[in-house]
Structures are given as structure tokens and as C-alpha cells.
């Protein structure tokens, strides 16, 4: 007999993770950081080739930003950004299996981040990566560090790839992962809630907006700046 399946897992997927130990609950910092995955137009409007419309992640992750932005809670913000030397063939490997972000060029519309988002200039730190990670190949860890972070909330686009990619070297780096469902997307709901078990299972916490919004409520530890 066929388990049905729960958010595109079945029964059985779920017994044999439980079984096997998977899935406990991370520990959550009293120092965490919001980390804001590629949310540029070339990802959240659906007129570019790798876009999709997205408007309901970046509500939740504008959110998500305005109660970091209240308690002091560092904002990191990244995007996908080449050159035009960087996406001819052979230069970049990725990109010859994700031929989709050679959209991402410097000076395009595609690399501007999504105008909703509240991001602030004077506090809110941009990096540009090359890959699916948030931290391979960036200052990202090395930030955290200095801001003496412990937990990162991770927000964005797409879940099956730089989210979930995000996930796996945050903890890898030592840092606490919280993904708020609400707040992070892809272009197929398959990919993404695969995705979502997947992180769930090993490597962070999957929650609600609402559990998340109230986590970063809380006032950051005194003996420092956020």
C-alpha cells in the first residue's frame, strides 16, 4: 500500500529520517543575523529567463528585515552578479550546467535587488557571490564572526539552490539555521518542498513567519553591537 504523500514527502520517507536519527531542533543563538538570498528582479519578476513571481517571499522577507532593522540585528544581503568575461563558455563551471544566471551581468536590471525590500544603504551589508552559496567564495562567515553572530535566518531565492547550498555551509561554519517558509521560494513547488524536508531533516529549522518574526523580536545580548 502507497503512504500519501505530506508537502510532497510520504510516510515512509518520514519513518525511515525519523528512524535514523534525523531532524532534531537546532539551538538558537541569542545573536542572529538575517541573511537575504538573491532577491534581485532577475529572480523575483518573472519576465527574466530565471525569474519567477516572487511577491510573496519578498513580503515575508521585508518583514522578516523591518524586525532585524528594529532590534539591531545585522541585515546581510546577497545577489548573483558576472562579468561579461565571467559568463563566456568554460570560465565559470556552474554556469555551464545553470546556463539561466549568465543573465546575471553587471549593470543589468536582472542584478538590482527587488525595490520592495527595505533594505537600508547606511546599515545593510551587499556581497556578491559567483555560486549557489551564500558563503563560499565570500567575506559572509567572516562577518557573522565579527558581529559575534551565533544563528542565521536565511530568506530568499531559490530554495533548492542557493538556499539549501546557504543551509549546508552555515552549518558547516558552526552557525544555527532557521528557514522561514514564508520567506524563501523557487520556481516549482516540487524542488521546494523537497527542499524545505531536506533542510528540515539536516541541516536547520524549517518554521513558520510568525516563530520567526518573534525570534528576531528578541533584543540582541548585551556587550556588543548586533
Not at 110 to 135: H, M, N, Q, W, Y
Request: glycine share 12%; proline share 4%; charged share 20%.
Amino acid at each position: 500500500m502507497t503512504s500519501t504523500p505530506t508537502n510532497g514527502v510520504d510516510e515512509t520517507t518520514r519513518a525511515t529520517y525519523d528512524r535514523a536519527g534525523w531532524g532534531g531542533s537546532v539551538d538558537r543563538g541569542s545573536r542572529p543575523a538575517l541573511v537575504v538570498i538573491d532577491l534581485t528582479r532577475g529572480f523575483t519578476e518573472p519576465q527574466f529567463d530565471a525569474g519567477s513571481d516572487l511577491t510573496d517571499v519578498v513580503t515575508a522577507t521585508s518583514g522578516l528585515i523591518d524586525a532585524a532593522h528594529a532590534q539591531g540585528h545585522p541585515v546581510i544581503v546577497t545577489r548573483i552578479v558576472y562579468s561579461r568575461a565571467e559568463v563566456q563558455p568554460g570560465v565559470v563551471t556552474w554556469l555551464t550546467k545553470a546556463a539561466g544566471m549568465r543573465g546575471m551581468l553587471e549593470g543589468s536590471e536582472a542584478i538590482v535587488l527587488d525595490p520592495r525590500l527595505p533594505v537600508e544603504d547606511a546599515t545593510d551589508v551587499v556581497i556578491d557571490k559567483k555560486g549557489a552559496s551564500a558563503f563560499h567564495g565570500t567575506t559572509l562567515a567572516a562577518l557573522l564572526r565579527a558581529r559575534g553572530c551565533d544563528t542565521v535566518v536565511l530568506t530568499g531565492a531559490t530554495t533548492s539552490g542557493c538556499i539549501r547550498a546557504s543551509a549546508v555551509d552555515a552549518v558547516q561554519d558552526g552557525f544555527s539555521v532557521l528557514v522561514p517558509r514564508e520567506a524563501v521560494g523557487d520556481r516549482a513547488q516540487g524542488p521546494h518542498e523537497a527542499n524545505l524536508f531536506d533542510i528540515q531533516a539536516k541541516y536547520g529549522d524549517v518554521v513558520d513567519l510568525e516563530d520567526a518574526l518573534a525570534y528576531l523580536s528578541g533584543e540582541p545580548d548585551e556587550g556588543g553591537t548586533a
